[in-house]
């Protein structure tokens, strides 16, 4: 069943379908997509010559979701399958169109698009938007020590495993990263300043930025808050949500009764029995003769059908009418000159996966209230379950440090999912482009060095020029003296 689920994704990939793991999460939960149980959909015979064996093996009779990046695992090993027999080139995917459902989501506007895009294009060289990963580089690089041609061709820290990590999560900690620059989030405010006119208009035209239109942070966050408290109360939640994230408890009369529907229909499975032994040992007709008794699954109604199609229509609506209800009003305005500090400055870095730093706060929690409600709306829209204590996070580091080297990289990114969420492939990409900035600090330290010392140069063979000019002219005057001397005796 994991491959049939990887051959479903990479069908979408092919199609530029921008599609998220989130959606195939949340249609595998609330059983619209054949996953969980599924064994018990089969016909009768196709399951008379199954075992236990079997059905453990091939995944039919499971009823947990996996995690994305365990699903995303399994693909690139199914996608890495094809390209080697079938010579098939996934290349990239409708990856904008997947950052614009990351943007809207989080209620941004479309400079904060551009703004990642030009992120992404940062880091490119440590990991592509590629579905498959990049071969590792195996030959050594020819470029001398020290040179630019060093620092292009270096690896960035993290690129060998956020390759294989799932594409929206890269995505959604580029967008992360804008975000910080754009709001700090540490507590202190950040405030855009209006770009001041030059008097060179070449200059003014390409020496400041724009303005991001950003909303203002405190409505930012109560939008975000009020359209996630809106799908918590919902029907779908109940159903598609995680049940240690949605209590029975917690639930509205509506969830209770679409839950009950839902477990009526879906989780009550016509053998509670162990089965697959039973067959064993059973005769075929005792087997076939309480089927008989089973109802057959009734077929959806016209009114059932149309549901999908009205609650996507309702969706675009409440999207509509948030963004509208946050940018008419709460507008975040620029500002000639302030006291405050302005956008991009004093990017702060939480440490989650680093033990070197006696600081690392594995959920970022003491740094201020502001930063986790980001990324929990960050996980929610990626489809990552927020951890609730920092434990699962810690024992994950203490795993890495007692057996750092029995994991892999699959194995040591499926650990960011589950014990740090998005918050590790923030950390990931911020280390990036800290090793990008550093390189290009370095290269232009490097470069005004070598101008510097052609100056130098320059200068030192300018003089010797003239000294050397000087010279030719006091020995040429000389000699015309002499000349005229001799000149003058001989008269």
């Known amino acids: 069943m994991p491959t049939t689920i990887s051959i479903i994704y990479l069908s979408l990939h092919l199609l530029k379908i921008p599609v998220l793991w989130a959606d195939l999460v949340k249609l595998i939960s609330s059983h619209k997509l054949p996953y969980l149980n599924v064994v018990h959909l089969l016909p009768l015979p196709m399951t008379q010559s199954l075992n236990k064996d079997n059905v453990h093996h091939h995944h039919l009779d499971t009823d947990v979701v996996p995690s994305i990046t365990t699903l995303h695992l399994h693909t690139l090993s199914v996608a890495d399958l094809l390209q080697r027999t079938y010579e098939i080139d996934f290349g990239e995917g409708n990856t904008p169109a997947q950052l ?8 941004l506007p479309p400079t904060f698009y551009v703004a990642t895009k030009r992120m992404l294009e940062t880091v490119s060289r440590g990991v592509g938007l590629q579905l498959m990963p990049s071969p590792p580089q195996k030959e050594k690089s020819t470029a001398p020590r020290g040179s630019i041609e060093e620092d292009l061709q270096g690896a960035l820290p993290g690129a060998a495993q956020l390759q294989r990590a799932p594409k929206e999560f890269v995505l959604m900690a580029a967008l992360l990263v804008v975000i910080k620059m754009r709001y700090g989030l540490d507590g202190r405010e950040r405030v855009e300043l209006l770009p001041t006119p030059s008097a060179d208009p070449a200059g003014s035209k390409k020496g400041h930025a724009g303005i991001s239109c950003a909303p203002s942070l405190e409505p930012w966050l109560a939008a975000l808050d009020k359209r996630r408290e809106r799908y918590l109360h919902s029907t779908d939640a109940a159903v598609e949500m995680d049940p240690a994230e949605l209590e029975a408890l917690h639930m509205t009369s509506d969830q209770v009764e679409a839950y009950a529907a839902f477990a009526e229909e879906h989780l009550i499975l016509s053998n509670q029995i162990d089965l697959h032994e039973w067959r064993r040992l059973e005769p075929q007709r005792r ?7 089973m109802p057959s699954a009734p077929s959806p109604t016209r009114q059932q059908s149309a549901q999908p199609a009205q609650a996507n229509a309702d969706e675009w609506t409440q999207l509509d009418a948030d963004l509208r209800s946050l940018y008419r009003s709460h507008m975040a305005q620029p500002v000639t000159h302030t006291t405050s500090l302005p956008a991009g400055a004093s990017y702060p870095m939480h440490q989650f996966t680093g033990t070197s730093r006696s600081d690392a706060d594995p959920l970022g ?11 929990h709306h960050a996980n929610h829209l990626v489809g990552i379950a927020t951890p609730r204590t920092a434990s699962t996070a810690m024992d994950a580091i203490i795993n890495q440090l007692v057996n750092p080297r029995a994991e892999n990289a699959d194995a040591t990114i499926k650990g960011w999912e589950s014990g740090f969420g998005i918050q590790a492939h923030l950390e990931v990409v911020e280390r990036m482009v800290e090793a990008v900035m550093r390189g290009r600090a370095r290269r232009m330290r490097r470069e005004l060095g070598r101008i510097h010392r052609d100056k130098i140069g320059q200068t030192d063979g300018q003089r010797t020029g003239d000294g050397a000019r000087h010279e030719a002219e006091e020995e040429a005057d000389s000699e015309t003296e002499e000349e005229e001397e001799e000149v ?4």
């Open 100 to 107: 614009t459902r990351l943007v809207e989501g989080m209620l």
């Open 287 to 293: 087997w076939a003769s309480f089927t008989d008794f």
């Open 365 to 375: 929690l003491t740094h201020s209230e502001l930063y986790p409600r980001v990324i």
């Open 488 to 491: 003058g005796e001989g008269e």
